[in-house]
C-alpha cells in the first residue's frame, strides 16, 4: 500500500493526534505520514516523553545518515522499554518507505504499550483494537517466520500437536494461566477434557520445586492448578535466542567446528498432544528408561509422524506446486460456490474473507466475526487471517501445518498456506463437516503430503546387520574427535555427526554448516549441505537419500548414504585389505577416476554455459561478466585434459616401477598460476552470479535450463560446479599421500611422491596467502559481527578497502571503522569478553562516499581530517599522522570512483 494512502486510513490521524499531545510538539497534518516521521526526530522525543533521557542525542540535521541514526536510536529505544520484536520495524521500513503500514503498526502498538510503563499517566492512545497475534509459544523454539503468529501475553506454553490420520494419542497440552513460583515441587495430576471425548491422563513427576496447588475453575472444567511465585516477566513467552556469530575475522575457515568436543545431545522423548481445545495443566513428564539401540529403532517406527510434527523445518522439503495451487483454488471455489475474484491466487486470499468464508461453510460458527471491507485498512485483512488461524489451531492442526499472517498477507510463504489448505480439505475437513464435503484432488506430480508421512519403514534383519556395522565404521572415524553414536536414526538427525565425518574424509570444509543446531531449520541445512557436499565430491547425484530421510531418521535410507560415503570416500576401507602392489594399483586407479570426473563436470560448464553464451546472437553477458563469473575454468579444462591423457597411460601401462609422482611435480608451476586466479575471485561469484542474474533476465533463463538438464543426471546446480576447481588440488594431496603411504623404497615413486606432495602443499599456502592479502576479512562476516546494522552490506560490488580506528564524537570510547569503495561505516568496538547475543561491533552511522564533496586536512588537529558534506563538515580522528594520510588517500580515492549502491 502507498503511503500516500494512508491519510485516508484512520490509523494515520489517531496515530498524529497521540504523538502531538504526549510531545507538545505540533505534528504535521499536510504531509504523509513518511515524510512527517522521516527524520525521526518526533519520533525520538516521543521516547524521550516516555522515558525521560532515553536517547541522549537526536540528531537535527538534514543528513541522511543523521536521520536514519534517529530512527535506528527509536528502534533500540523502542526495545529497552521492552516492545515486542514482532511490533518492530526496520530504518529502510521508514527511511526508504519501504512499509510504512508496519510503521504505523509499530508507533500504534508503542502506544497501547505506554499504558504499561511504570509511572506514565500521560494521554493514552485511541484503542482501535487491530488484531493482536495469537501467543502461543511451543515447547521448542520456532522460526521467525512461522512463529510469529504465536504469542498471548496470557498463554505461557501450548505444545500444539495433534494425531494424523488413523493414529491415537492420549498426552497432554500444557496451559499456564496464572503463576506464582516457588521453589521444591513434587508432583501433580492433570485431567483432559475435549468436546467429544473425555480422556484423563494421570503423571506422576518429581523435581526440586516447592510448590502450592490450588482448585481453579478455566471454562467450567475443574483442574489442579499450580500457584507458584514468580516475576511478571515468568509468564511471557521465551525469546528465541540468538546465535553467536564466529568472529569477524575469520577469513580461510568457513565454518569452525573444532569446539564440539562431546557427544551430540540427543532429542527428548517425543509425546502427542490433544487439540487445542481440550485445556488441560500438565506436569513434567516422568523419566523415561534407557532403550537399547534395537529399542530405540524399533520404537521409531511408531515416532515417524511425531518427529515431523515437530520439525517445522521440514516444510520446505514441500516446495511450491502450481498443480496444487490449481487443486486448492477448485476446492475451495466448489465449496464456496463462488469464483475467486482475482486471477491471482494468494491476492485472492489476501484479506482473509475467504478462508474465513470456507471455515464457516466447513463448520457454521467457526468464526463469528469476519470484516467485510477489507480494502483500506491493513490491520482487519490480518485480523481475518488470524481468526482463520485461530479457528485451524482450535481444530487440532499441527504446529507446522499453521502459517503465519505474513506467509499469506505478504506472500512470504504460499507454500505453508497451500499445505494447510491441503490438510484442512482432505483430513480435518471431512472429520469437522462429515459426509459430503467436495473432496479435493491430489496433484499428480508430487506426492500426497499426508502419503508422505505416514509411510513407516519396515527394518529387517540385513538393516539391522548392516546399521551395526555402519555405526561401528563410523565411531572408529570419529573417536579422534570424541564423538560417538549408538543409533544411526537419532543420531544423524541434526547433520553434525554427518557433516564432522565428511570433512574428516575428505579433509576439507563444509560451507556454514552448523556445529551446534539449536533450531531444526539448522539441521535441515545441515543435513542439506552434506548431501549436496556428496555429490560435489562424488560427482554423483544421491537420490537414495533425502534431506527428509535424515531428518526423519530412516533408517534404509541413512544406511545407503552411511555406506555410499564410505565406499567413495573411505581410502582406508577401499584399498586397507589389499596386498601391497594391487593396493597401489587401485590407488592410481582412483587418481585416473576422480580426475576424469573432475574434467567431465567442468567440461559441462564449459559446453553448456560458457561456450553457447559465446556464441549467443545479441549478448548475454559481456566478456568482463563471463570473466567474473567462470573466471579461467576453461584453461583449467583443458589443462586437466591433457594431464588425465598422461595419467591414464601411466595406469593402462601399470607395473611394478610406474611413477605419478614426477607428472604433479613437473606441473606445479601451472597448478599456482591457474588456481590462483580462480581461487581469488571464487568467493564472490555467487553473489555476482545472483546480482546479474537479477537484472539480466537472459542468463537468468540460461541458468534455469542449465539446473533443469543437470537434474535428469547428477542433481548439482552451478555453485556446485564452480566450487569443484577450489576443491581439487586438496583432494591430490589425499590420494598422493594414500599412495606415498603404501610405496615401499626402493621404489623410484617413493621419493617423487614426497616431492609431489610437498609441491602442492606450497601452492596451497601461496593461494591462501594471496587470498587473504586481498581483504582481511570477508563482507560477510563483517556484516555477521554488526549489531543494528539495518541495510544489507553484501553486495557483489562492494569491496572492503581498509579498516582500523577513526573517533566521530570526543566521547566515543571504542570507535572503529570500515571503509568499502561506497561507503564508511562507523561502529562500537565492543572490548572484552562478549556476552552470549552480543556481536562484536554496533553500529552508529553510515556515510556513503557519493555524499562527500572534499577531503581536507583539519587546521586544528594534526591527527584529524575533515570530510566535506552538503550540510556541513565531519571531522574524523586517526591513531596518528600515518594513519591519518592512509585514510585521506583512500577516503579520496573512493570518493573520485564515485560508486553509489543502494541500500537495500
Known sequence: MAHSKFREN???GVIR?????VTGETVNRTNSFAVTFKDGVLLC??????KPGTINKINTSKLPFHQMENISNFIKACKQLGLGEDKLFTTPALYDEK?????????????????????????SMENLKPPDQI???TTSPEPESIGNHFSAPTLTTVPINTLLPNTQSTSN????????????????????????????????????????????????????NTNTNTSKNATAAKPTPKLTPGSHRSLTQVSSSSSLTSKTTKAAPKTTHTPIESTTISPAPSPVPQLSRRDKRQSKLLEVNDIYTLDPALKEAFKYNPELEKYAREWIETVLGQKFPHENFSESLRDGRILCNLLNKIKPGAITKINADCSRNVFKCRENIVAYIRACVSFGFPQDHIFDPADLFEEKNINLVLNNIQTLATVYGPKIHGPGLPAMKTPSSAPSFYSQLIRVEEITADDEKLADELTNWTNKRLEKFSLQIESMQEDLTDGVILCRLLEDLTKQKITAWNPKPEFPWHKAQNAALALRFIGEQTGSAVRFCSKTDLLLGRLKPINDLLNFIRQKLDNDFKFGSLVANERCRRILEEIKDTEETYVTMIGIVVSSLIQPIKKASGSILSENELREIFSNIEDICNFHKLLLNQITERFNNYNATTSVGDLFISRSGSFLNLYMDYVKSFDNVYLLTKYIKKKNPAFKQVIKEFKKEQAKTNALDLSSFL????????????????????????HPDKQLLAQAIEKIKEVLEKIDNSKASGSTQSIADIQRNIEDLEFELVHPKRR???????????????????????????????????????KEFLYKQAIPMGFCDDVLDNADNPCAFDLVVEEGTITLTATNVNEKQLWMKDVREQKELGLVIDFQ
Open 10 to 12: 484512520e490509523l494515520d
Open 723 to 746: 566450487i569443484m576447481p577450489v576443491q581439487r588440488l586438496p583432494r591430490y594431496m589425499l590420494l598422493l599421500q594414500e599412495l606415498e603411504k603404501y610405496i615401499e623404497e626402493p
Open 45 to 50: 522525543k516521543l521516547i524521550n516523553k516516555l
Open 135 to 137: 501467543n502461543i509459544t
Open 173 to 224: 497440552l500444557t496451559t499456564t494461566t496464572t503463576t506464582n513460583t516457588n521453589t521444591n515441587t513434587t508432583a501433580t495430576t492433570a485431567t483432559t477434557t475435549t468436546t467429544a471425548t473425555t480422556t484423563t491422563t494421570a503423571t506422576t513427576a518429581t523435581t526440586t520445586t516447592n510448590t502450592t496447588t490450588n482448585n481453579t475453575n478455566t471454562n467450567n472444567t475443574n483442574t489442579n
Open 17 to 21: 493526534d497521540w504523538v502531538e499531545k
Open 99 to 123: 512499509n510504512i503500514g508496519l510503521v504505523c503498526f509499530s508507533v500504534y502498538s508503542l502506544g497501547q504499550f505506554a499504558q504499561t510503563l511504570p509511572g506514565w499517566q500521560g494521554p
Open 800 to 838: 572492503l578497502i581498509r579498516e582500523g580506528i577513526l573517533k566521530l564524537e570526543e566521547e566515543d570510547t571504542n570507535p572503529y571503522c570500515f571503509l568499502f569503495n561506497d561507503i564508511l561505516i562507523y561502529t562500537e568496538h565492543r572490548s572484552g569478553q562478549l556476552e552470549e547475543d552480543q
